[in-house]
């Protein structure tokens, strides 16, 4: 900590008391927080005593304070309103192509990939609205003759469908770098060059998928700070493009994310905020934003307004045609997955276990990682049901392609097989399993 005169601090004692928190709660608070920002942080009563008297915590637990208020009063709470001053600036946006090219090029860095990672979620996040008059991409430096075309534009667009197909088959860990360097290398200067008006604007949009693309991957690995650092970046590039499309999608992305941590207002607010954005769209986009729609209802536990998503959702994909996006797009499989987690939400598991079997058959046979992650929580859904043996089953399923793929998510279900299994040791069947899994592991180790 670093002090200054010893000033009470009455602001942070305002925000204390609008959030019925003592100085035990405050520093729990801000100790399970950090966790999320890779922050190792010990604070007890004394350290809030410290605070309210004046003294200032470092930077990053600022920022943790922030949150940690942010959160329990759900709102943004301002550096100012905490009483530690105006912050180091760190928060203050330099514009949109510096931060993606600041982001980009600390996730291309393997040393600073981990802090990155570690970075925090905020919930009381304030998104760029679609309506608001946007920063504009600034132009190459003097002297520069750099000029981009239809071509740059469809190398975006090509290595997005080629990263995307890459995820698929080997997993977001070696994607995602791919995606950054890609950014930072030829994105960001492309974004630079002149260009007619229509080009320019073509290009935003491409990189607005692209970037809406790399947070995808960030959230799937579990960095979900890094994660709604490109969204918001995605949202800023749409906006500029107006592309309703991609920042329509991009906020059901943060949706989806939200559902992820289990914050389920938050998750319908930011899926309704998506659908109430969306433009005269296709069907397919409706069904979309309809599905995330009603995971958010269940989450809060609105039955009525759940199913009546699911409606929608459901009419909307029978009118799409036979064309689905390779980024972000919404078929059979994503309806049936979001029908389980609607089941799940509201108590019915044996529904929602066989909704996840409706998805993992409507799957097509290249999307490894979607597979991964299908049969993974099917299994752990069969076990909760007590379906040992078909559990297993499925189990085996994704060993298959599990040992081919870097994937967090996957890393994740293949510790809740492992913690799940001992239970049941005396089966027969869950003994070969066990022995398989110890033969993974040994590969994934090699």
Request: with cysteine; proline share 4%; glycine share 8%.
């Amino acid at each position: 900590m670093t002090s200054r005169p010893r000033t009470p601090n009455t602001k942070l004692a305002a925000l204390m008391k609008q959030a019925q928190w003592g100085n035990d709660q405050l520093a729990r608070a801000v100790n399970r927080v950090g966790c999320e920002a890779g922050l190792r942080l010990t604070y007890d009563k004394s350290a809030i005593s410290y605070w309210l008297s004046g003294t200032i915590p470092r930077a990053e637990v600022q920022e943790v304070v922030r949150e940690v208020f942010s959160r329990r009063l759900r709102r943004p709470v301002t550096p100012e309103e905490t009483g530690f001053g105006s912050g180091d600036g760190k928060e203050h946006s330099k514009g949109v192509l510096s931060d993606l090219m600041s982001i980009g090029r600390s996730d291309m860095d393997p040393s600073r990939r981990g802090v990155l990672t570690a970075g925090l979620y905020s919930l009381a996040l304030t998104l760029p609205e679609f309506e608001e008059s946007p920063e504009r991409i600034t132009r190459a430096a003097a002297g520069r003759t750099v000029r981009v075309g239809n071509g740059e534009v469809q190398t975006v667009r090509t290595v997005t469908d080629r990263i995307a197909g890459i995820l698929d088959e080997l997993g977001a860990a070696h994607a995602r770098p791919m995606a950054a360097a890609f950014l930072v290398n030829s994105v960001g200067p492309w974004l630079q060059a002149s260009g007619t008006t229509q080009v320019k604007a073509d290009l935003l949009a491409a990189a607005a998928d692209l970037t809406y693309l790399t947070g995808w991957m960030a959230m799937y690995e579990t960095a979900h700070g890094l994660g709604q650092k490109y969204y918001v970046q995605a949202l800023k590039l749409a906006r500029e493009a107006q592309d309703h499309v991609t920042y329509c999608r991009t906020l059901r992305g943060m949706a989806l994310q939200a559902s992820n941590l289990g914050y389920g207002p938050k998750a319908l607010e930011l899926a309704d905020s998506a659908a109430e954005a969306a433009p005269a769209s296709g069907p397919r986009l409706r069904a979309f934003l309809a599905g995330q729609q009603a995971h958010g209802a269940a989450m809060v536990k609105d039955r009525r307004q759940a199913f009546a998503r699911l409606a929608e959702t459901e009419t909307a994909l029978a009118q799409a045609d036979g064309r689905n996006d390779s980024i972000g797009g919404y078929d059979q499989t994503a309806y049936h997955f979001h029908v389980s987690h609607v089941l799940y939400e509201l108590g019915d598991l044996p529904g929602a276990v066989k909704e996840l079997q409706l998805s993992n058959r409507a799957r097509p046979a290249n999307e490894k990682q979607g597979r991964v992650h299908g049969n993974g929580l099917l299994a752990r859904r069969q076990m909760e049901l007590g379906h040992v043996e078909a559990a297993c089953a499925t189990w085996d399923t994704f060993l298959d392609d599990y040992v081919t793929l870097s994937s967090v998510r996957g890393d994740e279900h293949f510790r809740a097989l492992n913690t799940a299994l001992p239970t049941h040791a005396a089966n027969g069947t869950v003994r070969r399993l066990r022995e398989r899994t110890r033969e993974v592991a040994r590969q994934k180790a090699a």
